[in-house]
């Protein structure tokens, strides 16, 4: 069964500097998200983007966050000036079309000290 | 506005139990329900739709309108189980997004 793949599991960063956070979403699939859960709280969107651009995102994602696609395959996720209250877990997740459910990527784990 | 309520934080029960965890939503639109589950350390899976009305392992879900619930219930619950479990609701604005909306998780315990 075709996966979402995350890379890395886990990124450490010191508060201020930037990370890019990566995606591999399934080859045929259109639409491409992105979430976080910070610890012990419930999933919430980041952003969505299809046909190569945003479609919406929000009040999270401010202009702190961007994401990219850069070469038709990779789906990145870059927060330009990292805080500490940026520290949770990343989920990537794409769908083929908006009758089909969500393939999730296992996560990054971001931590900023 | 969509929010999902899951009113329960934690839901403990012995195996061979039936078990419930609740999921309420509001939407002002036609909703599509969904059950995810997280095993320790794994990724957030498809358990359910409701436009689909499968059973996936022996699990079921009823969306009721009336009642905006989307309540999970299975009648023998076992130890492979014990799992987080989020309702999530999506909703379609403009065409090009189908967001999902997540409840805060129900996490299940199934005691031998």
């Known amino acids: 069964e075709p996966e979402v793949t995350q890379t890395p599991s886990h990124q450490v960063t010191q508060m201020g500097q930037e990370v890019i956070l990566r995606c591999v979403p399934i080859?045929?699939?259109?639409?491409f998200y992105w979430y976080r859960q910070i610890l012990g709280q419930k999933v919430e969107f980041l952003v969505s983007f299809y046909n190569n651009e945003i479609s919406e995102k929000s009040e999270i994602f401010d202009d702190q966050f961007s994401v990219e696609r850069p070469d038709g395959s990779n789906f990145t996720l870059k927060i330009r000036s990292t805080k500490l209250e940026d520290s949770a877990m990343y989920f990537c997740a794409s769908i083929l079309a908006g009758a089909y459910g969500y393939t999730f990527g296992s996560g990054t784990r971001l931590t900023v000290v | 506005a969509q929010r999902v309520t899951q009113p329960e934080k934690l839901l403990s029960v012995f195996k061979g139990a039936p078990v419930e965890l609740k999921c309420n939503y509001s939407?002002?639109?036609?909703?599509?329900l969904f059950w995810y589950v997280q095993y320790s350390r794994q990724r957030l899976q498809l358990l359910l739709r409701?436009?689909s009305r499968e059973s996936i392992k022996g699990f079921t879900a009823d969306l009721n309108k009336g009642e905006t619930s989307f309540h999970l219930k299975k009648p023998f619950a076992q130890e492979e189980d014990s799992a987080m479990y989020y309702c999530a609701l999506r909703a379609v604005s403009g065409g090009s997004n189908y967001k999902l909306t997540f409840g805060k998780g129900t996490l299940l315990t199934v005691n031998p």
């Open positions: 939407y002002s639109g036609s909703p599509e």
């Open positions: 080859s045929n699939h259109l639409y």
């Open positions: 409701h436009i």
